[in-house]
DNA sequence: CCGGATCCGGGTTGATACTG
DNA sequence: CAGTATCAACCCGGATCCGG
């Protein structure tokens, strides 16, 4: 894309990161760290090969991401987001809530799903909330799929599979999963609405404590 | 352009605001508030007129501008920013704070610069800072045009032109004025590579005091 | 399978000109 | 002043192909 020519810290940014594709491709990276190609592109369907090989160039020259080796299963290289590209996590950060609060509807019928996008929403705006050195680990599972975030007092990490037992489950529709985790819906208006909670309860109502003013999450005990 | 049909809340919000231009809007429109078609078009040098007249007309359709009759003076309409456009203030933010730190070398020979560009990223990162019922008034004077920056505890407000007096008004290059703004100078670093600080001074390093450690900002006593 | 490169049709963009 | 109209160039997405 063109570059605005305008000398001002919108324009700039936006002629590294305006691009289509490019805030998503973070969007991944963010989510799932150095990641393969295939990765990448299964995590964004709907985009062109060329066009992901095309970002990813760019993207490089931009200083977004790095190219690295594959640390050691893996005979082929990753992508990973440099520190620049990990500054975008507020950008990001501010799209999902605005993007989130018109989510009131479920997918249609050709939007894709995948538990990942929950997941970061919970990455993003909810870790920081246990307590200093406890990790919650949540599972995710929507459109068949399945991820788990474990959820730090400094960050969050997102695999996907559910590789270690979590301490609490979210299954059914994507809409119910990120009603919750963005607080628009309480945790017994989800589960009236066909949400499945398996695991500690206690410990999702702890993480939906909204530690700014102290007050507990409506639990839906007093709508 | 297309959507992502993608159900996330990252791609939804890139589906409305991703197109090429409407940041840029949005950014005049939060800049000025309700402004005529031809305010908009000099506040976004390189656009082509038929964009600006569709991205309008699809922002409205999209919730996030309206078209209203103008107030007084103006015999013609004007577009203001709905709640849901001025709920785009954070994702601003975080844009500038990430384009800002970029900014480290003037602008290039075909870059347009226009002062609400950085009076807008002074009322975005600065503005909340007075004391409760205070106002400063904030000259920025950058390529030969003036605005002026109200800043509240609450808010922010920037005309063209230096219509009431300010209290300190700061005039040079583009990359000072944005450095000293975004922290990355201090006053008399600015000031010693050719930044004019005409008015109170005091006025202005109260500004950039950082209010969430209480610290002083770095006035060049200690670098 | 993985990581792309190439080709092509159609849609979008942007410069210019023009109009009520 | 507030937009349309027109048109060339470019960008996008889909499909296909190809070397490890």
Redesign the pocket.
Known sequence: ??SYHQYCSVARALDVVG???VLLIVRELLAFGPS????L?RGLP?????????R??TMEADGLVE?RDAPAP?G????ELTERGRELEDVLRALIRWGVSTMTTGPSEDDAVQPQWSALLAGLTLSGRSSADAETILGIETGSETVRVALRHDGFEIERGPHAEADVTLSGPALLVGGLLSGRLTITEATGLGLEVAGRAEVLSNLLVDPVDGERARTGATP
Do not use: C, F, H, P
């Not at 393969?36 to 990765?39: E, F, P, T, V």
């Not at 709907?46 to 095309?54: T, Y």
């Open positions: 894309m063109k691009d289509r594709w393969r190609y295939s990765d592109k709907g985009i062109a090969s060329n066009l992901l090989a095309e990813l160039r190219r893996i082929t290289q990753v992508y």
